[in-house]
């Protein structure tokens, strides 16, 4: 008897916590749906729109290859790949 009362005891806290579980993901689920079908435009961090590139890497944004825009309000100018050009040239001996 006791057993039984036991096993049903667990049973149920595993039944909650399960269903508890799930509903928690499929709360978030919904939310992540719903801020991407309400919230389409895209915050761009202070960058110039026209300085990204839709579908560069896989589905995400980057840089316009050969472009000088303006970033954070810095100008930043990108390379014939996409990626900025440092003014600052790279001293590979210089430490970090």
């Known amino acids: 008897m006791k057993n039984y009362l036991f096993k049903k005891?667990?049973?149920?806290?595993?039944?909650?916590?399960?269903?508890?579980?799930?509903l928690?993901?499929?709360?978030?689920?919904?939310c992540e749906f719903i801020v991407r079908f309400l919230f389409l435009n895209i915050n761009f961090q202070s960058s110039?729109?026209?300085?990204?590139?839709?579908?560069v890497f896989g589905t995400t944004y980057g840089l316009r290859p050969n472009f000088t825009g303006i970033s954070f309000g810095s100008?930043?100018?990108t390379?014939?790949?996409?990626?900025?050009?440092?003014?600052?040239p790279f001293d590979p001996k210089k430490p970090a």
Request: charged share 15%.
């Open 75 to 77: 100008s930043i100018v």
């Open 48 to 55: 110039q729109r026209t300085l990204l590139k839709k579908n």
């Open 79 to 88: 390379n014939n790949l996409g990626f900025r050009k440092n003014s600052n």
């Open 9 to 22: 005891k667990l049973l149920h806290k595993l039944f909650l916590i399960s269903f508890g579980l799930i």
């Open 24 to 30: 928690s993901i499929s709360l978030l689920i919904a």
